[in-house]
């Protein structure tokens, strides 16, 4: 079923959504007892990557099958330092050269495995993508399961949860969002989709999210999007999405943070091609940017003697 705009909407407003120091605070209304959180953008760095030629974290080969590994979301992990207070991690996912159709289930490491999948790789299809948001144990710990065969499995994160009382400080982020126009016959020329420009007052972090669903004249090839700071396409953020007949179009989300360094606008575009003979088309697509300042340096006094 297409997700209409109507539904979109439907999906925004059950969550509550506010702007305050440090990010952007999700208050979950499923239960009444959930303690709000503050998301906080970070930039992009890994977690790991299990490839053997990759020395990122403490994995060094394929997840095989019936297998999971256990990552650590706290402290200096992979490439990130995330601080102990993290309560839950945003990841971008990729899951390379599956040796069988499988899929991947992430999931805190003081719970029980959920049945359902976080990422669907399929044999012969390269490549796979997806954004992961998962909770972490009380120790800062998550889990990966792998069913099927081996896969490579990278993890990027995007950025952190923390509880509301744990907020940095710092000046309240200013967000903006685009609801673009549907956007068909995407060929494998760079085709933009959607952009949104948002201000910022000097240096800082700006986090980018794009959604939507895609789908082909046929099912054979591939969509790839990317979000760019220009309308060419780039390889700094990227999801493949597998086109399905047009009755059955594929959600689709593409996450990427941008530095900046002092103060204008900063206009980004979720950009899409195509890698073989098909067309695709791109229905529904939002952007949202929200801009989180970079924290004020202390004020320091120097004295100086008289002479």
């Known amino acids: ?10 999906v ?5 959504v506010t702007l305050g120091a440090g990010g952007i605070g999700l208050v979950r209304a499923a239960t009444p007892e959930s303690d709000p959180s503050v998301f906080v953008p970070i930039t992009n760095c890994r977690i790991f990557d299990t490839r053997s030629n990759h020395d990122i974290g403490p994995f060094n080969e394929p997840l095989g099958p019936d297998s999971e590994i256990t990552v650590d979301g706290h402290g200096e992990t992979g490439n990130c330092v995330i601080p102990e207070t993290a309560t839950a991690l945003q990841l971008n996912m990729t ?4 040796t069988e159709t499988t899929h ?3 999931w805190p490491a003081d719970a029980e495995m959920p049945t359902s999948s976080s990422m669907n790789p399929q044999f012969g299809h390269g490549t796979a993508y997806n954004a992961v948001t998962t909770r972490l144990s009380p120790t800062g710990e998550f889990k990966v399961y792998n069913l099927l065969g081996e896969v490579g499995v990278i993890a990027d994160v995007t950025g952190y949860f923390v509880a509301a009382e744990n ?3 710092g000046p309240a982020p200013a967000a903006a969002a685009a609801d673009g126009e549907d956007v068909a016959d995407i060929g494998t020329d760079d085709a933009t989709v959607v952009d949104a420009t948002i201000s910022v007052d000097g240096p800082g972090i700006v986090q980018a999210t794009a959604v939507g669903t895609a789908s082909g004249d046929v099912a054979a090839d591939d969509l790839w999007c990317s979000l760019s700071d220009t309308t060419v396409f780039d390889d700094g953020s990227v999801q493949k999405v597998q086109l399905t007949a047009a009755d059955a179009p594929t959600n689709m989300t593409v996450m990427r943070s941008f530095e900046v360094a002092e103060a204008g606008d900063l206009t980004a575009s ?4 195509v890698s073989g003979t098909a067309t695709a088309t791109v229905e529904n697509p939002q952007l949202s940017l929200t801009y989180l300042p970079a924290e004020a340096p202390a004020e320091t ?7």
């Open 95 to 98: 899951a390379v050269l599956a």
């Open 270 to 273: 979720l950009v899409c091609k």
């Open 301 to 307: 006094t120097t004295t100086v003697a008289a002479p």
């Open 1 to 10: 079923m297409t997700l209409n705009r109507s539904r979109w909407a439907a």
């Open 167 to 169: 907020a940095p400080s």
């Open 104 to 106: 991947l289930t992430v």
């Open 12 to 16: 925004g407003a059950a969550v509550a």
